[in-house]
């Protein structure tokens, strides 16, 4: 079904494989896109959710766990609550929040893509891929729900059935950003250098003021050992200030590849949020 391309040199198999191993995705992408990137930046596309990204999710961790705490059935609370806890790093119990919530109430597609997501978060991936294959229908899909079932299977590494998850995403809205973002991803896992930088520049093209597409383009590009051109796409039509933090940062992320000779861990998916 997918025509097959070029292998990138040895070289460049490598320094992918190295840095895949090494990355962990950015928590940040449901934060303030201007902290600057600090990995490889994949989507789940939270939005289906219907939750904004906390500004403060300390206080909303509070709020809303009395507000699912005084009404288990709070639908609007428990998926709040648990992205709050996502957001500080408390993966396990995002996903035990969302297990109850479920349990709850089981038919609840909302709640099934949240507690998915919260399962992909935590490195529950096939767990995940089941769950988020009940949150909608065939006759029903939500380009969001399969954009997150693709990257799910990316990290099973099963990048050919990921990449017919996204296809069917862009069926429904062509050419969006995120998806073409996670697509590029899906090359990079593979380690079809090439195609993740041209992919990732066509979703550069339709979202050139997302930090995520920005980052993951400029780490494909320093990869392929071109890395001037990596930071001149880091800093692009930014504050020298803040130019200057994400190059840095990019730099620290490029010099994972010498800390680490093996693909033997797995990068966890992290939430993001369109805006």
């Known amino acids: 079904m997918f025509e097959k391309f070029p292998r990138p040199s040895g070289r460049a198999r490598r320094l992918a494989g190295t840095v895949v191993s090494a990355a962990i995705l950015l928590i940040g992408l449901s934060a303030c ?12 596309g939270d939005t289906a959710e219907a939750t904004p990204a906390p500004a403060d999710p300390r206080r909303d961790i509070a709020t809303y766990h009395e507000r ?23 993966r396990a119990q995002a996903v035990a929040v969302m297990e109850q919530a479920v ?23 096939q767990q995940a891929f089941d769950v988020l294959g009940r949150a909608h229908t065939p006759e029903d899909p939500d380009w969001r729900i399969l954009s997150a079932q693709g990257a799910v299977l990316d990290q099973l590494d ?17 050419d969006d950003p995120s998806v073409l973002s996670n697509i590029g991803l899906s090359y990079l896992l593979s380690k079809d250098l090439p195609k993740a930088e041209e992919t990732l520049r066509r979703a550069r093209e339709r979202a050139s003021g997302d ?17 001037s051109e990596a930071e001149t796409i880091m800093k ?3 504050p020298a200030e803040q130019g200057s933090a994400n190059v840095a940062a990019l730099k620290r992320l490029l010099a994972r590849r010498d800390a680490s000779r093996t ?3 797995k990068i966890p998916v992290a939430a993001s949020r369109r805006d």
């Open 263 to 265: 693909d033997a861990e």
């Open 158 to 174: 099963r990048h050919d059935e990921a990449r017919q998850y996204y296809a069917s995403a862009l069926k429904i809205v062509p």
């Open 33 to 44: 896109q201007t902290s600057g990137p600090s990995d490889i930046t994949g989507s789940l």
């Open 68 to 90: 699912v705490r005084a009404n288990p059935k709070d639908t609007d609370a428990a998926l709040k609550y648990a992205r709050a806890l996502r957001a500080t790093g408390q």
């Open 211 to 227: 930090m995520r597409v920005r980052t993951n383009l400029a780490v494909v590009v320093g990869l392929q050992g071109r890395q």
């Open 236 to 238: 692009a039509d930014l």
């Open 103 to 125: 349990l709850a109430q089981p038919s609840n597609k909302a709640l099934l893509a949240g507690y998915g997501r919260a399962l992909a978060d935590n490195g529950n991936f």
